[in-house]
């Protein structure tokens, strides 16, 4: 793969993101790359001293780019699968938060940047479609890289879900909420409420309760890639029911909707520079 044009994509709340920027940036154009940013940018922040080829309208960016590289940490990688997706625009990202488990490289590595020049391969993530339906119509729909989640608004009390695959009753709970989850997302909220971590080279679909008061109903369940997961809520006290995509997406539900998880034709590409060690990167991100 040739790449002539990357877009710069930053999270520039995160410290050290002008420095980052200009590094990647010398960087790039020492190897014969144009820069591209969103337009955004133009006047929001000073870079003035860094050579920037092309300012553009986000999509036209992502559009532009032979790939986006993501200056960030994780949540700044989720904002930009979402446009990336929509193209297929291959996303590397380069760590400026706490964890950046989504990232292939620290700011330190940036000279691993020359691999570019050279072959190079791209890891496909799994993405979810979820539509809302009330009275059998859609009233919304989402796409998310990570996890789904339908939780309590501001009333702590707990929510009845019950869930179906293929259109058999699965299991009904008495929980906070529902994380419904890709193997990306496995590692993410997911797994701090206690479900399993699935190696990204799967496609699955992992369910996993919020504080389920059931002895039964508190362990995670994995689905096939192919299953239709329903998820109907039902708030046993009042109060608000919260449906949240990627973090990103909040949409609020009512008693007797539908939520309907499948996966989506959609899927996010990740440049590998480094050995896709998924374990080692597991251990060193999160052990």
């Known amino acids: ?3 002539g044009s990357v877009l710069l994509y930053p999270n520039m709340q995160k410290k050290g993101c002008i420095e980052a920027i200009s590094l990647v940036s010398e960087k790039l154009h020492s190897l014969g790359i144009d820069i591209i940013m969103s337009e955004e940018h133009i006047e929001s922040f000073n870079l003035n001293n860094i050579k920037i080829d092309r300012y553009l309208p986000e999509q036209e960016a992502f559009v532009a780019c032979d790939i986006a590289i993501v200056l960030g940490g994780d949540g700044t990688m989720l904002s930009a699968a979402h446009t990336a997706c929509l193209i297929n625009t291959p996303l590397l990202g380069i760590n ?5 488990y989504m990232s292939e490289l620290e ?24 539509s809302v339906e ?6 919304a729909c989402f796409t998310a890289l990570n996890e789904v989640l339908i939780s309590r608004g501001a009333v702590a009390s ?3 879900l019950n869930l179906i695959c293929d259109g058999s009753q699965v299991n009904h709970y008495r929980a906070d909420g529902l994380i419904v989850s890709t193997p990306t997302g496995s590692s993410a909220y997911s797994m701090s409420a206690g479900g399993p971590i ?6 699955a679909i992992c369910v996993c309760p919020v504080c389920s008061h059931s002895l039964s109903g508190s362990r995670a369940l994995i689905f096939s890639p192919k299953s239709e997961i329903v998820i109907k809520p039902l708030s046993e006290k009042g109060g608000d029911i919260i449906l949240t995509a990627d973090g990103r ?8 909707d539908s939520v309907i998880i499948t996966k989506s034709a959609k899927i996010t590409r990740f440049v590998k520079l480094k050995k896709d ?5 597991l251990n060193r991100k999160l052990g």
């Open 1 to 3: 793969m040739f790449i």
């Open 96 to 100: 400026l938060g706490t964890l950046g």
């Open 107 to 130: 700011i330190a590595e940036i000279d691993l940047l020359d691999k570019l020049k050279e072959e190079f391969n791209c890891a496909h993530r799994m993405m979810i479609d979820i």
């Open 134 to 139: 009330r009275e059998s119509i859609q009233i």
């Open 158 to 160: 707990m929510l009845g």
């Open 198 to 203: 699935i190696d990204t080279k799967l496609d």
């Open 249 to 256: 997406y909040s949409f609020p539900l009512k008693d007797g």
């Open 277 to 281: 060690a998924f374990y080692d990167a």
